[in-house]
């Protein structure tokens, strides 16, 4: 397929690279042209703009943050302006649900096609088609962009028509990475307290009722207190923190766990921790017991 | 091996089968006598007291609370008083650490032996030999313990010397299941109010980083509300809250998630519901959020 | 003095009156233009812009939220274009400290001068000039404009040199309320379900410690269930809140108590409640314990 | 009249100090003696056991917490063996709502009666008789325990009927106390964060709708960071706030902010902090907004 990938930071370059393995025609862009030189090494044109990256039969996106996404989708030389009709804009970011429900209107409103297919996994998985993807849109525009979606994932998920549902479940699944972080951070500081050692704790919980990746890689990262250098950080945490909140006020419903991690992310940024791995807050619960963080 | 089994509720009454099973000699106790007979029926004898029924070589109680522990092995014909020196008491039940530290106390005065070994599970599993088993105590002791252990557990971890620190780690457990409840639970309010299907929620969650029993268990009986006829009643987890409350305050550790969940079980009480399944409480997320509970 | 008034809701109308009655010019402006109609009636003239609003030595703005001060001040025929070098624009809003900072600059950059001034109370005080006014900005801006605040206020409290200043403090000060209302909340929930009657609750608290107009004025809402008609709605508070958070998040500060106001907000606005008094959040402390809201 | 005063800290010696200079005919007991002779210099009389400081018209008990009111009152000696039949005990400690009960069941099988009286205020406020005594018992009783009461306090409300309602009415008042505490600290990290002066802040707050003693007292120590000498220390709050939270266990009713507080105290204990002020839980609210506390 003629495919065009707009956003070649870590998660992005990796996906792209998959894309590119499988044989696809790949034009590729990113604010900074030399992020491309791998892929262009491996075969990828590089376009000057994301609307001309956007000329094929699908593009992605995978940029940071809802300011990002809104300038390459839809600012000059946006996305929007290079997707002919019936194209597809695949999207997947992590974004509020209200940006992804403007970028389903505004793309039909030009016969464009958008999939929201935020997905699950850090780099190393994107690099090796592994992440988990969640997808929603119009089903013919879902069904057209499957082929590419799998190659993404090692599970593709249909969640729904409207796009922003994807995003919504993304952000669910994010809450439930930060809220798991908080439950195993109060458990090793109780547990260390009491005379446990830290590391049967941890070999104790994921090997029987507590086993999921969930608790396995994050728990590691906090029983080997491997904060720095940060596989994802505080800064980037407290951002999708605020995208859970900002979901639940638009919808009305309440998430008082939510509430208590944005704390805990807040707090770090306080401390001077912006920049190590969000597992950091484990240090919070450790010392209101009176441990070494 | 010539062993007690004291306490014959559901857990207790699986436990105690399992072992008639494996060919041990077994001698039970209930305060209830009639729920021995079937044990009685299988080849098990029955005892008068709990002191009667702690004459073999090991003993295990299973039975409710921290005052149903201390009856049975400290009381009034308790097992303390039938234990000889040397021969082992295997508690199972989740009891509050301080219990777990006075019961070690009190039978090695009297030369006699404990172990702590609260389990994972509910009765199916407990039934089949394949709860998760957690002991502490005496390495010796212990490991004279063992054969029987692993005949109850599919696994069994050893988590320390004092027999306190195994009761410690089971409150943890516990805390990780009441807190995973609430966190699913603000997930699926999120994710219905937003328009997704809570199949679909559960199928996602599960199906990628969130997959251990603890989400898949207790998710299932949220997804379909199945809150009676109860697995674990609230009032339970009320209990069982206030146990890791009190470990956190006598070690001066905040949990607040813990009290979090806490404050969900007390309006569970007050709102009639002390009797359902204690995944009850996700109706609680529900209706914060405008929802149908 | 020469004086302009922008935004005539019902403290803007009462604060604007006492003006005119202290004999000052007085020109008013309004989006919907009638409700000007008894200010003119008394004396006032009324601006067909708030920039017209604005050509005298100082001019006050009094409207809903930050995009209604974005507006009137700094939209197209915004006070900022009507107001000479040397005027005084005295913001008594409540809104973000952000939009303070950028109101200071924006006028500044023009030689105008910016005095935030928020004030502390419900329109009946304004209408007697007996607000509490807490004003911030460059000190010889406040001096002039003192003589102004000085009428609206019973007592003027000047915060700082920096006019975001006022505004973080009027923001804490709703901090306070809110969270005062979930503290009594609590307790007449507690105190009713023991068998105290509310009445007693609320003479003895008032009647000792707890006897500051926030407790009296508040307290007295919750004890006569006084939600409606409202005095304050839940939709403004659930906009309050979120500003107080957005301060803690600009400068890293968590506000534990502020989130859980939030989350009580929220769940009225999912509820139905959210043109009714803000009080109204008592409902759901009393319904947690069982109790009718 | 002829009163017992049993318990001489620092608060039962200032009340027991103003009985005396009242004119009544004072028996005291203190478990260690020495803190009598103030007293017996100026005219008491030396009890050897709680129960023979009972035998006048009434009795009246000052300790630190249940297990010190259940020892002096019902152990060996104690009150309920001296008082005779009519006569009154008048608890005015601060102690659980179900020991209150018991106390009233005790005394009333005796023929005894009993009120209880806790009281709100310092000892400062108490040598002075300028305490706020809050009494609950049958009518008769509280009616001859009136001018006693009317002499300890600035103020006297009776709250009910069941002694027990006073207790809770009391913990009531602690509860707020508490809350208000992490109110201003959260206000004093946020305002100061900002660059607001902490004594403005004070100022403005005291001086508007936050004018309470609890908010004067209390603020007063925050601000001057005068957390040694305590007033009351940080263990006295654990106790407090458990006796809250098992008021709440007991009716069923979740009390938030006390969790909260709650986590607050064990926090200062887990950090050293047991023997200071209780409002030095203020530095946390402070340390988590990245100031020094």
């Given at each position: 397929?003629?495919?065009?990938?707009?956003?070649?930071?870590?998660?992005?370059?990796?996906?792209?690279?998959?894309?590119?393995?499988?044989?696809?025609?790949?034009?590729?862009?990113?604010?900074?042209?030399?992020?491309?030189?791998?892929?262009?090494?491996?075969?990828?044109?590089?376009?000057?703009?994301?609307?001309?990256?956007?000329?094929?039969?699908?593009?992605?996106?995978?940029?940071?943050?809802?300011?990002?996404?809104?300038?390459?989708?839809?600012?000059?030389?946006?996305?929007?302006?290079?997707?002919?009709?019936?194209?597809?804009?695949?999207?997947?970011?992590?974004?509020?649900?209200?940006?992804?429900?403007?970028l389903a209107e505004e793309h039909a409103a030009r016969g464009q096609r958008y999939v929201a297919a935020p997905v699950l996994g850090r780099p190393p998985a994107a690099a090796k088609g592994e992440?988990?993807?969640?997808?929603?849109?119009?089903?013919?525009?879902?069904?057209?962009?499957?082929?590419?979606?799998?190659?993404?994932?090692?599970?593709?998920?249909?969640?729904?028509?409207?796009?922003?549902?994807?995003?919504?479940?993304?952000?669910?699944?994010?809450?439930?990475?930060?809220?798991?972080?908080?439950?195993?951070?109060?458990?090793?500081?109780?547990?260390?307290?009491?005379?446990?050692?830290?590391?049967?704790?941890?070999?104790?919980?994921?090997?029987?009722?507590?086993?999921?990746?969930?608790?396995?890689?994050?728990?590691?990262?906090?029983?080997?207190?491997?904060?720095?250098?940060?596989?994802?950080?505080?800064?980037?945490?407290?951002?999708?923190?605020?995208?859970?909140?900002?979901?639940?006020?638009?919808?009305?419903?309440?998430?008082?766990?939510?509430?208590?991690?944005?704390?805990?992310?807040?707090?770090?940024?306080?401390?001077?921790?912006?920049?190590?791995?969000?597992?950091?807050?484990?240090?919070?619960?450790?010392?209101?017991?009176g441990l070494e963080g």
């Amino acid at each position: 397929m003629e495919i065009g990938f707009v956003g070649l930071g870590p998660m992005g370059s990796a996906m792209a690279g998959v894309l590119l393995r499988h044989g696809h025609r790949l034009t590729v862009w990113n604010r900074t042209a030399e992020k491309a030189k791998a892929l262009v090494a491996a075969g990828a044109r590089q376009a000057a703009t994301p609307a001309e990256a956007a000329r094929g039969d699908i593009v992605l996106t995978s940029v940071a943050n809802d300011a990002a996404v809104e300038s390459v989708a839809l600012g000059p030389d946006g996305v929007i302006g290079g997707l002919r009709a019936g194209a597809i804009h695949v999207g997947t970011s992590t974004v509020s649900h209200a940006l992804s429900e403007r970028l389903a209107e505004e793309h039909a409103a030009r016969g464009q096609r958008y999939v929201a297919a935020p997905v699950l996994g850090r780099p190393p998985a994107a690099a090796k088609g592994e992440l988990f993807v969640m997808a929603a849109g119009e089903p013919a525009a879902v069904a057209d962009a499957r082929p590419v979606l799998e190659q993404l994932g090692q599970r593709l998920f249909v969640v729904g028509e409207r796009p922003a549902l994807a995003n919504v479940l993304k952000l669910c699944c994010n809450f439930l990475i930060f809220t798991t972080i908080e439950q195993l951070s109060e458990v090793f500081a109780l547990g260390e307290k009491s005379g446990l050692d830290r590391a049967t704790i941890f070999e104790v919980l994921t090997g029987s009722f507590f086993g999921a990746p969930v608790h396995r890689n994050y728990g590691r990262l906090i029983l080997e207190r491997a904060y720095d250098p940060p596989g994802a950080t505080v800064d980037l945490a407290v951002k999708d923190t605020q995208l859970v909140l900002q979901a639940g006020e638009a919808l009305s419903v309440p998430m008082p766990l939510a509430s208590l991690v944005r704390d805990r992310f807040l707090s770090a940024v306080a401390r001077g921790e912006a920049g190590l791995d969000f597992t950091v807050i484990a240090r919070q619960a450790a010392e209101a017991g009176g441990l070494e963080g």
